[in-house]
């Protein structure tokens, strides 16, 4: 079989060779990555830093790096201050939010996936850079650019272009206010498009109700949808497809 | 002052100069056309054969003529016994479910008022259609161009390009599903677009939903929204539009 | 043909003789105004100062003159000590939260439109100088009056004969709460109404919903509707309604 | 005290006193008009044929007559066979959906509450028709008037004279689409208002909820709400405002 | 005719004899008592300390007294120096949050009217104090009693006995969570209930609207219901209620 | 450990011992009732005929009767004639909407768990009967009391004193419209009440809404809620509650 | 009968013999233990401190013990300041928000009841805490397990497991996101379960509701649910059902 | 550049290079599957079968084959009547409710691309037959498995284990109710997983909101979502996935 068992964690659990150990409140899933592809990654919003830090502490002992999601503050202070005094590096993006730890020379394996992301807002930016932060713990290359919505549909043309010429294996568009721009992208490539609404927006729909209908609800082919401002979410399923065809490059040579 | 003044009905009924009768519990505003510059229309939908008769029959009492919306099976056989028994002609569209009665001779003053409509798919084009014949009702040439969505986008430029050809003085463009084309084409024009949605669609969003809140968050200028499905309500808001430019056009003349 | 091809800059773009530079995440749309009729608005909500103050350098650079809506505090601040600093005038409407900075000499040409501003409450008023704000950038002229609500209707008379007095192409009625008002005045007059729900209410229905539903409900004729608290969309569609008329007024002449 | 202790059924039911016999899943409330001031109503809405017979039959024998509300076909026919075996005469509105039946002689013992019920458009007769019968029941008096709805506001003139002619305790307006008939009256009149929303409408908002929403958000004094469409609710709730003035004028004699 | 004729105003302004100033926004309804039965109260919320001030100081010239809601701090601090730097007595309830400024000796005229208010829990006395004060405005006794709710149903018993001991013509029943005890109460009593739901409650259903639902849902005859929060809203139809079945009390005297 | 492996059927599918064999689209799960306490029901509802009839046989041969729930017509008729053939007994309650076909002689094994179940209407009957059927099948006796809602409290005191003399386990308590009693009941006994809210109702909060959110929101203690008018929900949870109990009964003896 | 009279507490009240004395608009009810198996727990949300220290106050004096729950800060401090200076034991957990204020020597009486607790995320500890301090009042003990979602599945077979070693009468399980480990674990147990939504979560379906209408779905047997957050409902329902085994179990002894 | 031009199908129409002509209110977008990777469908939902007929005919002319979704009865005969009398072979799916037709030897060229789907209940299968029609279209190779929801988790390993020995590039799974399989699969493997609700379930949440919640709301990675039954846009997405690896295999070959 070409895939791994898909229950080999529960099979190994149910036979007592997996313990599941708690600390604060916090049961680590070590195996994640092995088994899905996709690095665990911890939320900061609503826990504490404290919870936060034992979290993050465990994840580097077993995986030599961690994303933390959603992280401002005093938390970024904790973090830092704990996991700086046991060697590791510490990498903070304010504007998307994300911090990464990691021990020196652990950085994660290039896959040749390759992911484009695009939004129709400058407002959408912090949403794209979770989605680009993930790829990168995936191993795969992306390439942004940002603001180009259809009020003035002209401006989609060059950097939908210069996009395409890296040649990815996946778009992420994010759009929040009517939540258009997925769509019209959709229409206009052959290429997987996972559509990231946003929380931009006012009034009746507001705060990305009404982006994500209009990308439920539309005609263009070849679009999913995650939840809105799930950057996180959002970068995980490009990277999980392009991985999926950078790996069949690779076995194909 | 150039406008009359908007009390005027009012005013009269205060002083008992107009009598309000009703008849089978409708009573008919007469001077609708001379205040507001709209026609009384009678929905036909939730009520009864019998009452949209009545209302039909007093309607071409006084105006000659009358526009019924939302009308099918024994209603339209209802009227067209009742009304071309008393010499009146009947025009039933049965793709926009309207139907116009009248008296030999009673046509619509032309206004020289000029609306085009578009629609992003073919079922739209109910909604399209009974716009288009309140339009007729107010005296508007229209033109009509259908099924023109974003999932390919060119099919856009012929229909758009044919309609502002005729220089028109409002623009209906009618959506359902992710409700997208009004904003593109407001973003491409520098006309007053109505924005109709309409009720195609299906799962989370359908029933006009997702396509009204794209229209209402749209980052597009130039836009305003009636209704789900309320042709009627887009044609007399493009009407008045097109009539105030066109009494603009003809009294400068 | 007598409008501009609508895809006069997508062609460009397309031709590559339209670039698409972004800085900051914002790509401006510096062909907005030629095309639509309308100006680019900033919106303020929702952006840093850095990224408000960027985007309007260029337009500056570009336009001569630039209106920022939703802007406050900090964010005035900064794009006053930015802008003044290399001679652009500052006017800062605090109660309508709008701030335009200008160049010396580059105010708006008049073109001759005329919208009349109505609002139900004492509430409504920011909204009310939001869409005032975007008129005045548009060359209309704008008369404004406030707090008419049908708790007693009578007091809607003398300033809605007033505003008819001016001889207005379009108004705009903004109410919220019950959101009745805008009803009630497309059922007196003939022309156009842009109704502008407001998130003036409290309990089911507040935020702006209750008013929103009544204007989308109404059976009065005439009247369509722009996005809650959207002053600025509000705005655009009434001026280009009456810039259409004016040009007809002044075409004939 | 000159209220009756409101625990005596209570009391009586905890001491053993009042039986409480169920039958074909029916137990009912021999002593709510006693209590309450209110008869109890049947709803032929989701019963079927030979439950509403059932609590039909129970309710004579105590009562002597009793009312049932939507209930129309089939339900009309077996309860109408059945009373009418057994002596009863049957009044039966199809337009308003309610059944009278009654032993010969036992009509409502008048009140001299006076209530008017105004209606906004004429779809919403049933509803109207509906609260009229309950309050015959509750033998108030009543003067009903249909279709003045405020897209053209002159035609409220008349009627609403013509009903505070009557000198009234109190008002039910109901009114469907965008629900806004109730306020404007409430603010021209010193009687308590009871809104009554019903079903008829379309698009967002439609089936009562943007009628609801109005009346609940409505910024006239002295107006409360039931239930879309619930004509029972009104008609009791006016009943009983109408019938408690009424008990003070004879108290006062 | 024994009620004036409630065009009176309209019919004044529109003969030009009722002058409709404005001033920093607000348009005092001044002829609102005598209209409606009802004080025209200034809604705190929303509006700017100054804004209140000029709306206050309107009505104590042409009142004698004012009644402002949902006021607190700053605004309560303004009102207060400017009020009553004129002369003016102040008396502000902090719970209830409403302010009331007199003119000596202007007291509201006893009409005789009684209501009684009950509420379910003890975070329900805010909007029960509300109701409150404006039946005091209105001229109504008033009974309170709170903290009744089902849970412990045997808690109602002796309040709603020594409520129902002063003959009230009309009930106030406040309730948040499931918004239970107004229909309880209705089941029991022969009086008009005016249902009052508050935002007490949590998760789903929460801010007042599961009870809100459960108050027009019930199945108890004779109750209608305002807005959430509203107790303005509930304290004036009780007191119409009241105050007309006071004035027939006196009436047949 | 007195309790099974939670995990025993997963662990033996993960060892290839238990086949997973699907027919028709359906994948009997044979060993639910020893794993969960609960039977395999068949839901009707969305099925065709043939689908359920090959599910039936599936579970006849298994475990010799099967529980069908929302099933009618020419599915009744259909599994009649495929059973009946093969030497089942078939009880249909057309009212509940159940069907159990069984094996002669495979009566359920009685465990000695008591559960009362009451309802608010008696158009709340066929959720009451559904939750009862299912019971059966779990070896549960069942009292049922119907319509005892608040709109006449007394009617609740005989038939909950006569539930409460069987020593019920549990409750189930119905209830639509405004879905009041399970909190009333919650609040006077101490026992587990599973509250089931049904779809009786109209308006606003109508189809369960509003009974679901009165029985989230109750301030009564000791209920817990299932989804609107499911009773085979209720009747496995309270099954579950009975059948605890009474294993403890018999385990003490 | 084996029961208590349900209505014993409301015949006294009726009959005189219960006071309804109320203090700060507080009225406590101190017949809930014995009536209901659950203590009267004072919510502290929206209550002010000298609420809650007044309500305190009397519970303590008539029961000896208090649970507080939703406190924090000032109203921690407020409780802490008066009930220890009159020799009460204060025990306050921050996480889960509850304070119990007793007596010395008022420890509950342990009824052997036993429920065992799992949460889906570490961020669902504070619902879970609230839920054992209820528990813990009613005499239970309880068994704690955190973090065991169903993105790591294998998470969950160690915790449950232990959990059920416990041999407990119910289980308790949390969860926010999208809510689906309830309906894992009520798939492999033969307990009832009570499902706890928690508010974990963020855009569309977040604030609990994705979790909560997952788990009103669930096709797995015997789950019911408690309203989001409601962590004191949880625990008293699954307290109820604990304690109802217990006394089968000592009753059989 | 590796990808085409995405731009390249409007630039010819806005050189003129393409027509868009429309008839029947029907425009083709012939470019689509070169463009986008994806066949133009047409649904049949809300089509008249005149409409269909139209739309099929012209995909026919130029692809030689076409899909039609949501087809039923007289939609179906009208275009087996018309399309087998011009040579075409049909092939109908009743449960999938999708129609091929073609002329003989126009079969879709296979990829290599393949998708396996996997079914939470078999009430599913409707929604997982329209993905397989349209990933058959599309060159895609298919495995199905149906019925396998987490209320018997152990029956999902089998089928779960035979999909994967399939090796394929993408998952879509399907579920209604709850809608937990997708998180749970998404949990298990390391390929992107197409989300697809169905509208199977009842209650709140019912329409297969609850189970798009769910699918938003999970913690699972990898995972993203199409809107309620849409089984074409599923199979769309997924197909393009699978083709974008497939075209990496052979490319490196």
Tied chains: 1, 2, 3, 4, 5, 6, 7, 8.
Aim: hydrophobic share 45%; charged share 20%; net charge negative.
């Amino acid at each position: 079989m070409k895939n791994p068992d898909p229950f080999v964690d529960l099979r190994r659990a149910l036979l007592g060779e997996i313990e599941s150990q708690e600390e604060a409140g916090v049961r680590i899933d070590r195996e994640r990555h092995a088994r899905t592809g996709a690095p665990e990654v911890i939320y900061g919003q609503g826990k504490s830093p404290d919870q936060i830090v034992v979290a993050a502490r465990k994840l580097i002992e077993s995986e030599g790096r961690v994303l933390v999601a959603r992280v401002d503050g005093d938390a970024v202070a904790a973090i830092t201050g704990e996991l700086s005094s046991v060697g590791c590096e510490i990498a903070h993006d304010t504007l998307g939010r994300t911090l990464v730890a990691m021990r020196p020379g652990t950085l994660p394996v290039p896959t040749g996936g390759r992911v484009g992301i695009l939004t129709a807002g400058s407002s959408d930016r912090p949403q794209a850079l979770e989605a680009a932060a993930v790829l990168a713990e995936m191993g795969c290359s992306v390439s942004l650019r940002f603001d180009m919505g259809i009020a003035g549909l002209h401006r989609l043309v060059e950097p939908l272009r210069e996009t395409l010429a890296h040649d990815p294996d996946a778009l992420i568009v994010a759009a929040g206010m009517d939540g258009v721009l997925p769509g019209v992208v959709s229409g206009l490539v052959s290429l997987p498009v996972v559509a990231l609404p946003t929380s931009t927006g006012y009034g009746f729909g507001g705060d990305g109700l009404g982006a994500l209908t209009t990308m439920l609800q539309t005609c263009s082919p070849g679009l999913a949808v995650v939840n809105i401002d799930n950057g996180i979410g959002a970068g995980i399923m490009a990277g999980l497809i392009a991985n999926r065809a950078a790996s069949q490059r690779s076995a194909g040579r």
